[in-house]
């Protein structure tokens, strides 16, 4: 029996959490049949406890806020959390902002080099970006009409990463890809 008392207790109390107290007293009333449909209107009586319900719910919640505003220090570290949880926030964004602007760097960074050479060696790298082809010069002269390192590649059969193998140069270097043939430098030696 006690158990069952608790229980029910325990019932009452969630009722009344979940609504108010004035709610529940007129359900119980309404249930045990001192109250009549007919003889009161209930929807006007249900719109009156909903509305007290709210304006008493805007009013514990402007009660809490006067005693947080009357105490400063309480004030002062509520002000100071939400400061904190924006600037936490704010890093987060920038953080992920940040985050995709690198791979999204990188990426083009990896697709730039499997379709360009970007560095041959000290005294040549600066005229890659010079891309321009006379095309009828090379026609004229029966030469392939090749305007980016990826139409070379394409025309040598090897890939770009080899292309840039074999055509980087550096002074100090003791190894050459560059071929090099004995030829006699005038008419007389050949003769």
Do not use: C
Request: net charge positive.
């Amino acid at each position: 029996m006690r158990n069952n008392s608790t229980e029910r207790r325990q019932e009452i109390y969630d009722k009344i959490k979940a609504s108010s107290k004035q709610e529940y007293i007129l359900s119980e009333m309404k249930r045990l049949g001192f109250w009549n449909e007919g003889e009161l209107d209930f929807k006007a009586v249900n719109t009156f406890f909903n509305e007290e319900r709210e304006l008493s719910q805007k009013l514990q919640k402007l009660l809490k806020e006067k005693k947080v505003i009357e105490d400063p220090e309480a004030f002062l570290a509520k002000k100071h959390q939400e400061r904190k949880l924006a600037s936490k926030q704010s890093q987060k964004a920038t953080k992920e902002r940040r985050e995709k602007e690198r791979l999204e760097k990188a990426e083009r960074w990896r697709v730039s080099k499997e379709k360009d050479i970007i560095y041959l060696g000290e005294n040549y790298s600066h005229q890659l970006n010079e891309q321009i082809s006379n095309t009828e010069r090379l026609k004229s002269k029966n030469l392939p009409v090749l305007h980016t390192a990826e139409d070379l590649a394409k025309a040598m059969n090897i890939s770009i990463s080899e292309l840039r193998f074999l055509s980087f140069s550096r002074k100090n270097s003791k190894i050459s890809h560059y071929k090099r043939f004995q030829m006699a430098k005038n008419l007389v030696d050949i003769v």
